[in-house]
């Protein structure tokens, strides 16, 4: 597939993975080409699927959530129904930020932002034991995190 895209194209890919809010002026002007050419390669990069969504990095501490963990999830089941129910439930619950399906010693992991540590102990206690599949948690604190986009 990636025979379908030419160094133009993944200029666009790039600048619109570190800003997706950039406009077709500013991309066209960075990359050297007609505004009217960045609108139709995004609208073709677009209909290829390339784009999964756009996204806001929030800051965190402005929502007054100043611990963010690592929530490991291992699982007493592997059947479809439960993980599919697991996915459902924890991608509704409020706090989770990402919800990553692993392979190897988790099932799960939880990327979370939470006020502080009894807002972490709820969470865990009043919303994840509840659900009767879950064999135990590992939590893990984020000290840093950055965003690199270094994958074009």
């Known amino acids: 597939m990636k025979n379908e895209i030419d160094s133009k194209d ?4 790039r600048l619109l993975l570190n800003n997706a809010r950039l406009s077709n002026k500013e991309i066209a002007a960075q990359i050297g080409i007609a505004q009217s050419s960045t609108h139709d390669r995004i609208k073709k990069l677009t209909q290829r699927g390339y784009f999964k969504g756009a996204y806001v990095q929030i800051d965190q501490k402005k929502l007054d959530l100043n611990i963010e963990v690592l929530l490991a999830i291992k699982l007493n089941k592997q059947h479809r129904s439960i993980i599919a129910d697991f996915r459902e439930k924890a991608s509704q619950l409020p706090g989770v930020i990402q ?3 692993m392979a190897g010693n988790n099932d799960f992991i939880l990327h979370l932002g939470v006020k502080d540590s ?3 102990r709820g969470f865990i206690l009043d919303r994840l034991s509840t659900l009767d599949y879950i064999q135990s948690t590992e939590t893990t604190m984020v000290l840093h995190n950055e965003r690199v986009n270094n994958i074009l």
């Not at 993944?10 to 890919?13: G, R, T």
């Open 99 to 101: 919800l990553f399906h």
């Open 118 to 120: 009894d807002e972490l």
């Open 10 to 13: 993944i200029q666009i890919l």
